[in-house]
């Protein structure tokens, strides 16, 4: 999508952030860790912004902080929109004046948008219950990014972690992954994860199946109220051309083998035995390639 001049002269960055122009792959996963940010500051620098849906040529601001403040627990938080002290001081019960002191020259009068500071809060290590794994969060976490890598939902990992905010992860802090279960899905499908914009018609398009089909195989599921993070199974039996084992899957913007791997809980090395003469790097959006399963 191509943007106008005047559309690009009226995008302002706030102050400590910088333009950038979305490229193909970008996500602002992807952006925070190049940018040694998180997708929480990126989030709160670009009101209105749908992550889910950047466009090729988009102009987002990135927040820029060339050093984090010294935070002994390492527990960092960024100020969102309509941040102050008072409101951060009283979400982590601690007090302001511990906030100032662990952030010295901080102005508790001109808090950025994107801005990192520490929070002064000993995170203890969580007692996780069975089912699930001590997991610290990095820069860049959230609970959706988070349920799509370990193959589980956002409702499991609000669960498994009560009293956490999803909104204030910290990086540090220690939270519980629930162990990725499998569906239970009928022979001649495959399980499949919602992701934000997925719906059983384009499904059936990107997999070489009908929305019928796909319908049949999930009784009970909604096709108009699908959640992300949502286990579905897709019929696979349709002819593709992929060998048993496999199924067709259709190249998009930003896919890789290692990610294409980890998505469907497999390997780089059995993606590529199952697509002979395929370059892992020149695939082209569209290409059609086959998934072990």
Do not use: H
């Not at 499998?182 to 384009?202: E, H, K, L, W």
């Amino acid at each position: 999508m191509e943007y106008p001049m005047d559309y690009y002269a009226l995008q302002q960055c706030p102050p400590g952030t910088m333009p950038y122009i979305i490229r193909p792959g970008d996500t602002f996963f992807s952006l925070a860790r190049r940018f040694n940010t998180t997708v929480a500051a990126i989030i709160s620098a670009n009101p209105g912004v749908d992550p889910n849906r950047l466009q090729i040529g988009q102009r987002i601001c990135i927040p820029m902080q060339p050093q984090f403040p010294p935070c002994p627990e390492g527990n960092f938080y960024t100020i969102r929109p309509g941040d102050t002290l008072f409101a951060i001081a009283r979400r982590f019960n601690v007090s302001v004046d511990d906030l100032i002191e662990a952030n010295p020259g901080i102005d508790p009068q001109n808090l950025r948008v994107g801005q990192v500071i520490c929070i002064p809060l000993a995170v203890p290590q969580p007692v996780c219950p069975p089912g699930t794994f001590v997991y610290t969060v990095r820069a860049g976490d959230t609970f959706f990014s988070l349920a799509r890598r370990f193959n589980t939902t956002v409702e499991a990992l609000m669960a498994a972690n009560p009293g956490v905010d999803p909104q204030g992860l910290l990086i540090g802090q220690r939270i519980c992954i629930p162990t990725a279960v499998s569906p239970v899905c009928p022979a001649g499908t495959t399980p499949y994860i919602i992701r934000a914009g997925d719906a059983f018609f384009n499904l059936a398009r990107r997999f070489n199946t009908t929305v019928e089909a796909i319908m049949a195989a999930n009784p009970g599921v909604d096709p108009n109220r699908l959640q992300i993070g949502q286990r579905i199974c897709i019929p696979i039996d349709a002819p593709s051309g992929c060998p048993a084992g496999t199924m067709p899957y259709i190249i998009r913007a930003g896919d890789t083998f290692f990610n294409l791997a980890r998505r469907f809980n497999t390997t780089v090395e059995a993606i590529m035995a199952a697509n002979p003469g395929v370059n892992p790097n020149r695939l082209q959006i569209g290409q059609r390639i086959c998934i072990p399963v």
